[in-house]
């Protein structure tokens, strides 16, 4: 078969090689205006077929109307064309596809993907008009630099299948972000997909949100994180999935094991009793959740007092969000978050609060009482350290000392350090609010309060530590005095061997010792 041959069969198919014929082996001898539909399109064209970094198209926008810089299939060829740069270009890094037109050539502008090793973020946000995903295999395989793979449109079961195929036999190691955002996938669809990213455990994140999951979703995606073992996954969205409270006690043996730093729940089902299933998480030294949203969920006070209680002890948590009155939370509920923060309990409970969180409630915080902001600002200015020593001081004017007394007079100077640090950090944060400049002026008196307790306290004891330092004093000194003797009858030649001699110095010496 004859190279003419070769070459009218690619014209008729009109795929890769049809183009390249086209271009008679050189794709610059063609016009970008003579193939296109419009002077924008042919624009771009010349960018993408540009093959100097600075000048080459980076950013590739595929719409349905025309915006500056986007690409608009038309009539004719637009989409085979485009397919035939896009495969040439060596510097495309993000595509993004909202709109096939009329799906003409729709398999060649596929085979040009397939060719592009540059692309690193891939977006469809518009149905595959009846190709199946599956002829991207070959993008898949060849492409290491694709980092992040977004779908946008509703996904059905079957094409929800050919997606989970592609991804469980072409294992892309360099993916690290996953989005099926507003895809309705389903329970089955979404379980599909969970199976097939099992082997995805480089995902840093997964963006789920609105797919109705249900508890078959949890379930799947519950086995895909716990086999797993070490996760590099940080941001997990599962917002509007219709997870309850057995999903999310589904979901808790899963995100044990991860690396999370942020978590969405938001427009859920969540209950208290979902909320306290996770508790073993966020006690758990390898917790690293920062952030927590669970907006637009109706747990009430009970979800209040559940959320309070897991965060007790937790160390990584800086944000929780949700909206009060969709919550159902009233001021039972605040009350919990207040203890949660500052338990004034006793100057332990105190200590033992959270100091960590900065935010709770809205992200602006609006709908949270004033007397918790009062808390979450010093938890956001200050270390925790720090955070508890002002909370003590504001908790407990008289700061009862009786508790400290089993260590005895080895506590006082670590007490006296306390409130010297606790002066030094007022003064460097005097911009926290007139209340924190009063507990500042009243600190000298406070401190002279706790010193005169621990006197009174133990007057026997002060006294007795007062005469044993004299004998210690004593001891030293005639120590001293034995090493200033030696010293003086090694400069002499040593030690009179006389008998009365020897009695005579020792009596001069003990004169001395007396004096």
Not at 364 to 385: Q, S, V
Request: contains cysteine; proline residues 2%.
């Amino acid at each position: 078969m004859d190279v003419e041959t070769n070459r009218q069969r690619a014209m008729e198919r009109r795929d890769f090689g049809y183009y390249e014929a086209r271009n008679r082996g050189c794709y610059r001898d063609v016009k970008s205006k003579d193939i296109t539909s419009c002077k924008g399109n042919a624009s771009i064209l010349q960018r993408l077929r540009d093959q100097i970094w600075d000048t080459s198209l980076q950013v590739l926008n595929i719409s349905y109307h025309h915006v500056y810089d986007r690409f608009v299939v038309g009539e004719g060829d637009d989409l085979g064309w485009l397919g035939y740069f896009i495969g040439k270009s060596k510097y495309l890094y993000d595509l993004r596809i909202k709109s096939w037109g009329e799906g003409e050539n729709i398999e060649a502008f596929i085979d040009g993907i397939n060719r592009n090793q540059s692309i690193g973020s891939l977006h469809i946000g518009t149905d595959l008009r009846g190709v199946s995903f599956r002829n991207l295999r070959p993008f898949f395989r060849n492409n290491n630099n694709l980092y992040q793979l977004e779908f946008n449109f509703e996904v059905g079961l079957e094409c929800a299948q050919s997606i989970a195929f592609v991804l469980d036999e072409n294992r892309c190691q360099s993916l690290e972000s996953l989005r099926f955002e507003d895809c309705n996938l389903g329970e089955d669809g979404f379980a599909v997909i969970a199976t097939a990213l099992r082997t995805y455990p480089e995902l840093e994140e997964l963006h789920l949100q609105n797919n109705n999951i249900g508890l078959t979703g949890c379930t799947a995606l519950a086995d895909t994180l716990r086999g797993w073992g070490a996760s590099n996954l940080k941001h997990l969205d599962l917002d509007g999935n219709g997870i309850d409270g057995q999903g999310l006690q589904t979901l808790a043996a899963g995100i044990t094991n991860t690396k999370l730093e942020e978590l969405f729940l938001s427009d859920n089902l969540i209950t208290a009793v979902g909320l306290r299933s996770i508790s073993d998480y966020f006690q758990s030294e390898s917790c690293c959740l920062k952030t927590l949203n669970v907006l637009r969920n109706d747990f009430g006070d009970e979800g209040a007092v559940a959320l309070a209680d897991i965060l007790m002890g937790n160390k990584s948590l800086t944000s929780l969000h949700f909206i009060s009155h969709q919550s159902g939370i009233t001021n039972a509920g605040w009350a919990a978050f207040s203890k949660l923060l500052c338990d004034p309990s006793s100057i332990e409970s105190t200590y033992l609060s959270n100091h960590n969180i900065g935010t709770i409630g809205e992200h602006e915080m609006l709908g949270t009482p004033f007397n918790i902001r009062r808390y979450l600002d010093l938890n956001e200015l200050l270390d925790r350290r720090h955070a508890a020593i002002h909370k003590i001081l504001k908790s407990h004017p008289d700061l009862d000392m009786e508790p400290f007394f089993q260590w005895k007079l080895k506590l006082l100077p670590a007490v006296i350090n306390w409130f010297q640090s606790a002066r030094s950090r007022m003064v460097a944060n005097d911009l926290i609010g007139e209340s924190i400049q009063r507990q500042r002026q009243s600190l000298p008196s406070r401190e002279l309060s706790a010193l005169y307790k621990f006197v009174r306290g133990m007057p026997a004891l002060t006294v007795i530590s007062y005469w044993q330092q004299q004998v210690i004093n004593i001891h030293a000194r005639r120590r001293r005095l034995d090493v200033e003797e030696e010293t003086a009858w090694v400069r002499l030649g040593g030690r009179p061997r006389d008998e009365g001699n020897v009695e005579f110095i020792q009596i001069g010496a003990k004169r001395m010792r007396q004096e």
